[in-house]
C-alpha cells in the first residue's frame, strides 16, 4: 500500500480515512484487533474466515505501513509475533465501533424485510 501523504492538500477528510481502511479486509482486521487487544497471526487468521495468509499478511503490513498496527516480534523459539492496534489505530475505535452497530442493524432490517417478504408469499399461495 502506498500511503498517501495529505499534508496542505484539499479534498474530503473522509476520503483521508476510507483510504486508510479501504477494501475488503482492513476494516475487519481493526475490528478483530481491536476486539482482542493482541492477536498473533493465527489466531487472526481464525478470526477472519475467508481471508488467505499471504492476503492477510498484506493487510497487516497495510496497516502497519499507515501507522495503524504495531508489530511485535519476540526472540524466541519458534518466533512470536504479535499484532496490536497502535495508539493512532485506538483514535479509530469509536468509528469502527459505529460502523459494527450499523451493520448489526442493517443485518436486522434485512433479517425483518425477508421474514416479512417469505410470510407474504406463504400467504399467497395458501389463498
Same mark, same amino acid.
Request: zero cysteines; proline letters at 0%; aromatic letters at 8%.
Given at each position: 500500500m502506498k500511503v498517501k501523504h495529505y499534508?496542505?492538500?484539499p479534498g474530503c477528510p473522509v476520503e483521508v480515512t476510507l483510504d486508510l481502511i479501504d477494501g475488503r479486509w482492513k476494516?475487519?482486521?481493526l475490528f478483530h484487533l +481491536?476486539? !482482542?487487544g493482541c492477536l498473533r497471526f493465527n489466531e487472526l487468521h481464525r478470526r477472519v474466515p475467508g481471508i488467505t495468509p499471504r492476503l492477510l499478511t498484506k493487510q497487516l503490513r497495510d496497516l502497519e505501513e499507515a501507522g495503524l498496527?504495531?508489530?511485535t516480534?519476540? !526472540?524466541v523459539v519458534p518466533p512470536r509475533?504479535?499484532?496490536r492496534v497502535s495508539e493512532e489505530g485506538e483514535s479509530l475505535r469509536p468509528i469502527v =465501533?459505529? +460502523?459494527s452497530k450499523w451493520g448489526e442493524a442493517r443485518l436486522e432490517r434485512q433479517r425483518t =424485510?425477508? !421474514?416479512a417478504t417469505h410470510a407474504r408469499r406463504n400467504v399467497s399461495r395458501n389463498s
Open positions: 499534508v496542505d492538500v476494516g475487519v482486521v +481491536l476486539d !482482542a498496527v504495531s508489530r516480534v519476540y !526472540a509475533v504479535e499484532y =465501533k459505529m +460502523l =424485510k425477508q !421474514a
